[in-house]
């Protein structure tokens, strides 16, 4: 027993599994990263608790893959570019989406036309976002079936051999896209007129007005590149994730978390965030069972609000 335990504690045996899960935390958190941006931009504008942010990224996951497997995708660009490419056009896709919601729904309860509800704490926006949620779950349970779906590729299946850590083709892909799109999204917001727009919205909605600005096309805005954003990420994760149409319950915590982690208003600390949960949970792996991941994120998350309650990257009066 005692010689089985000191071979079990091997160091190189133990170093090389550190590595590999340290690498395999950093490509999850990636497209973590990415959809904590998206959770993070809603809540950063408009002060919104979307509740239905990740039945959007079910939405987005399975339009990457119909547009991949039924609409042609994969014979147009190959299997290996097809699924990315199949992800950034569910981004569009769940932004018309997203943008017939806030239009007919969202609007009512968000916006000008909120100010004067401010004092009711916000219970319309609760409720509404928790119906949509539910009315999206169910939706694709109708529509889609309860059968799970991945979107399976050979990259799924492959690995780059960096010394004795083993990259998964995929999750590169998906870190790669989903940082990428995350530095883009941050550069628009702080380079952009529609971005600084934005941001004027957020601040100050009554200054913004007097300046100009359409505070309601603003939110509209955010909410929709928000969803679009996290939808993207939602293509990606398929990719190597099955999922079903209740397959947002599992992420939206995960969001949630990533964002509070990370500095509320925050679209960096949104960002880093999520690549600590995802470092967090895929690290806790080493000396936990793989069914308490969950468990160590809200360890670490509760300790950190503990100690720094405007989050790790945050400010106290940081926004957008």
Not at 30 to 59: E, K, P, S
Not at 63 to 91: K, Q, S
Not at 198 to 220: K, T
Request: with cysteine; hydrophobic share 55%; net charge neutral.
């Amino acid at each position: 027993m005692y010689m089985g335990l000191v071979d079990t504690m091997n160091y190189p045996f133990w170093l090389e599994n550190f590595l590999q899960t340290l690498a395999t935390g950093v490509l999850v958190g990636g497209t973590y990263a990415l959809m904590c941006v998206g959770l993070g931009l809603i809540f950063g504008v408009m002060r919104v608790i979307n509740f239905a942010q990740g039945d959007f990224l079910m939405l987005g996951m399975y339009f990457a893959f119909y547009l991949y497997t039924f609409l042609g995708v994969h014979t147009l660009f190959g299997v290996f570019v097809g699924p990315v490419v199949a992800a950034f056009l569910a981004g569009p896709l769940v932004f018309i989406v997203a943008w017939f919601v806030h239009r007919w729904l969202m609007s009512r309860v968000s916006g000008m036309a909120a100010q004067g509800a401010e004092a009711e704490g916000g219970y319309g926006q609760l409720i509404l976002t928790l119906g949509i949620s539910l009315v999206l779950q169910n939706g694709g349970l109708i529509v889609f079936g309860s059968y799970p779906q991945s979107l399976r590729t050979p990259l799924s299946h492959q690995a780059w051999l960096v010394g004795p850590i083993f990259l998964n083709k995929s999750r590169v892909v998906a870190f790669a896209v989903a940082v990428g799109l995350a530095l883009l999204l941050y550069l628009f917001m702080n380079r952009s007129t529609y971005g600084r727009a934005m941001r004027a919205a957020a601040d100050n909605a009554e200054a913004a007005i007097y300046m100009g600005i359409d505070v309601d096309r603003a939110h509209r805005l955010a909410f929709c590149i928000g969803i679009a954003m996290t939808a993207v990420a939602g293509g990606l994760v398929a990719m190597y994730y099955p999922f079903q149409p209740y397959v947002g319950l599992e992420f939206v915590i995960i969001m949630y978390t990533g964002v509070v982690l990370g500095g509320l208003g925050s679209i960096l600390g949104a960002f880093w965030g999520g690549m600590t949960i995802g470092l967090v949970q895929q690290l806790s792996t080493l000396i936990l069972p793989i069914q308490l991941q969950n468990t160590a994120i809200f360890v670490v998350f509760l300790g950190i609000v503990l100690f720094r309650p405007q989050g790790l990257f945050g400010r106290t009066a940081e926004r957008t």
